[in-house]
C-alpha cells in the first residue's frame, strides 16, 4: 500500500488515499470515483471510462490497464482525476 494525495480540478478538492500498487489502474480509478461521490455525496456525471488519472510529478496520463507499480508511482506521489 502507498500512501498519496489526489486532487480532483472539477471539485477544487484533494484528497489522501491508501492505494493497493499492483492493482490496475482502471480499478483503482472505479473505487476512487465511487469513494470521490459517496464523501461528496453527488452523483458522477459522465462514464468513469472517460475520467483520465495522471502523475503530476511525472507530468504523465496513467494508462487504465498498468500499475501504479509499473509507472513508479510510490509514497507521497501526487496525482489528478481529470
Not at 458522477?44 to 504523465?60: A, F, P, R, T, W
Request: proline residues 1%.
Amino acid at each position: 500500500m502507498i500512501q498519496m494525495d489526489l486532487y480532483v480540478p472539477s471539485l477544487n478538492k484533494k484528497y489522501n488515499f491508501n492505494l493497493n500498487e499492483t492493482a490496475l489502474i482502471g480499478t483503482i480509478m472505479d473505487e476512487l470515483t465511487e469513494m470521490i461521490c459517496q464523501k461528496e455525496q453527488c452523483t458522477l456525471c459522465g462514464e468513469v471510462s472517460e475520467l483520465m488519472l495522471i502523475s503530476i510529478d511525472k507530468k504523465e496520463v496513467l494508462q487504465r490497464q498498468q500499475t501504479l507499480e509499473q509507472y513508479g508511482i510510490m509514497t507521497g506521489s501526487r496525482l489528478m482525476l481529470v
